[in-house]
């Protein structure tokens, strides 16, 4: 609850957490994305971002709630940007 997301390079994978804090671990962003299912999303080969701190997206990219910048691919826009459309539709109902 506390992930704003993760990123990932080579063989390690630093995860971002809401207050700015950063814990860097080796592994891979796949079994970082196993583990953290329900609120996040892939956007991109190296990002998995929590729906839940988005603050507002463009065709390319997602902007957080902390202004950072994150890319989304070609390959993962409809999915990424369809899970956050209804996420955000689920909060308001």
């Given at each position: 609850?506390?992930?704003?997301y993760?990123?990932?390079?080579?063989?390690?994978?630093?995860?971002h957490?809401?207050?700015?804090?950063?814990?860097t671990?080796?592994?891979?962003?796949?079994?970082?994305?196993?583990?953290?299912?329900?609120n996040?999303?892939?956007?991109?080969?190296?990002?998995l971002?929590?729906?839940?701190?988005?603050?507002?997206?463009t065709?390319?990219?997602?902007?957080?709630?902390?202004g950072?910048?994150?890319?989304?691919?070609?390959?993962?826009?409809?999915?990424?940007?369809?899970r956050?459309v209804?996420?955000?539709?689920?909060?308001?109902?």
């Amino acid at each position: 609850d506390r992930i704003l997301y993760v990123s990932s390079e080579r063989n390690s994978v630093e995860i971002h957490m809401v207050d700015g804090d950063k814990i860097t671990t080796y592994g891979k962003l796949d079994d970082a994305e196993e583990q953290l299912k329900s609120n996040f999303v892939r956007c991109h080969k190296s990002y998995l971002v929590n729906l839940k701190y988005i603050a507002r997206y463009t065709a390319t990219q997602f902007i957080m709630m902390n202004g950072k910048i994150i890319p989304i691919s070609r390959s993962r826009k409809k999915d990424s940007t369809d899970r956050y459309v209804l996420f955000k539709g689920a909060l308001a109902k």
